[in-house]
């Protein structure tokens, strides 16, 4: 029987953070199964990244943190960080609010996004971590913003932990 | 998004970026391997991948065989080069054939997603693993 733990990790920028954020999921759960270490790696990576790109900048080199807590039902991982812009967060806050409002809506809006950037390749930026933790990984997002502290959670059934 | 490389791609000389590898198995067949996320050479990757098409372009190639199987991660920046890719296929009358592990969620959930943008430009291979061709880069 698994009992409930938490790992944490302080993300840093510097070469080679999302290959530590990597390393760090795969300790964390190497008691689930194959499916669970294959979206809580796409989690991790996807979360780090962005915190690596969207964290604010004055404290050193400090990016961010990012927990997982894995018990025999579920696993979360969740990233916590203070933003650079506040329509960075507020952004993550309501496409996170979209993705729970649509019905099936992980899939559609994942290929809703595909779309955009199809017809319009010319977009900044890609804007696909979170659809894809919830299309591809299963997640249960959830994310809050209070000023400057974005935390984003991400939650699925820990299938096969032991 | 382009940035400076040493060789134009040959076939059957692998080349890694990053943890990446992309191996030009023909004219008309690549083989992708590895995994690629922000610090993997990123931009790197688009512009050989960018290579690719004007490659497929020039030659006259009408179908172009991309073997992703595998990659075991890419990050979203990735996925983007795929888009971006199956549209100039699309622009430029030629088509993809990707051929994907089924087992591998990031494979089988995205490509049928990305097929959807363009079903007449798109072909989708779901093969086993043990049909794999390991490829060593340098």
Redesign the interface.
């Given at each position: 029987m698994l009992t409930a733990s938490e790992r944490a990790l302080r993300l840093v920028r510097k070469?080679?953070?999302?290959?530590d954020a990597?390393r760090f999921a795969e300790l964390a759960t190497s008691s689930c199964d194959g499916?669970c270490r294959?979206?809580v790696?796409?989690a991790a990576?996807?979360l780090a990244?962005n915190l690596?790109?969207y964290c604010e900048r004055t404290r050193g080199t400090f990016a961010g943190t990012l927990s997982i807590l894995l018990d025999e039902k579920q696993v979360c991982i969740r990233s916590h960080n203070a933003v650079l812009a506040d329509g960075d967060a507020e952004h993550v806050v309501a496409l996170v609010s979209r993705i729970r409002a649509t019905p099936g809506g992980a899939?559609h809006l994942?290929?809703e996004r595909?779309?955009e950037?199809?017809e319009a390749?010319q977009l900044p930026r890609?804007?696909?971590?979170l659809l894809?933790l919830a299309?591809?990984?299963g997640f249960e997002l959830k994310a809050t913003f209070e000023r400057p502290m974005l935390e984003v959670a991400a939650i699925r059934p820990a299938l096969g932990a032991e | 998004m382009t940035e400076k490389m040493d060789e134009e791609l040959k076939p059957n000389v692998p080349i890694r970026v990053g943890g990446f590898r992309i191996y030009l198995k023909s004219d008309s067949a690549v083989l992708l391997g590895g995994r690629l996320?922000?610090?993997?050479g990123g931009r790197e990757v688009a512009a050989r991948l960018d290579e690719l098409h004007h490659r497929v372009v020039t030659r006259k190639v009408g179908h172009f065989v991309v073997d992703v199987r595998e990659v075991d991660?890419v990050?979203?920046?990735a996925?983007?080069f795929f888009?971006?890719w199956?549209?100039k296929a699309k622009k430029n009358d030629y088509r993809l054939s990707f051929k994907i592990d089924p087992g591998?969620?990031?494979q089988r959930?995205?490509f049928s997603?990305?097929k959807?943008?363009?079903p007449e430009t798109v072909e989708i291979h779901s093969l086993p693993a043990e049909v794999l061709e390991h490829v060593d880069c340098e």
């Open positions: 070469p080679g953070a999302v290959e990597c499916a294959e979206a790696t796409l990576t996807e990244e690596l790109k899939r994942y290929r595909l779309r950037l199809f390749p890609a804007q696909l971590g894809r299309y591809e990984g | 996320a922000l610090q993997d991660f990050n979203s920046s996925i983007r888009v971006d199956i549209n591998v969620t990031w959930l995205s997603v990305l959807s943008l363009a």
